[in-house]
């Protein structure tokens, strides 16, 4: 049971962090007027 919460929780610390990442790659590219 706490084995499981803990991986919940470890998926969710990732998604958090590679959802701000990519939400400030977007919008580096969109300063950068980069994308097509």
């Known amino acids: ?3 499981k ?3 919940i929780q470890r ?3 990732y ?3 590679s959802s701000d990442q ?3 790659t977007m919008k580096n590219l ?3 007027k980069d994308y097509d």
């Open 1 to 3: 049971m706490s084995d």
């Open 5 to 7: 919460l803990e991986n």
């Open 11 to 13: 998926v969710i610390d």
């Open 15 to 17: 998604w958090v962090n």
């Open 22 to 24: 990519n939400y400030r």
């Open 30 to 32: 969109f300063k950068s």
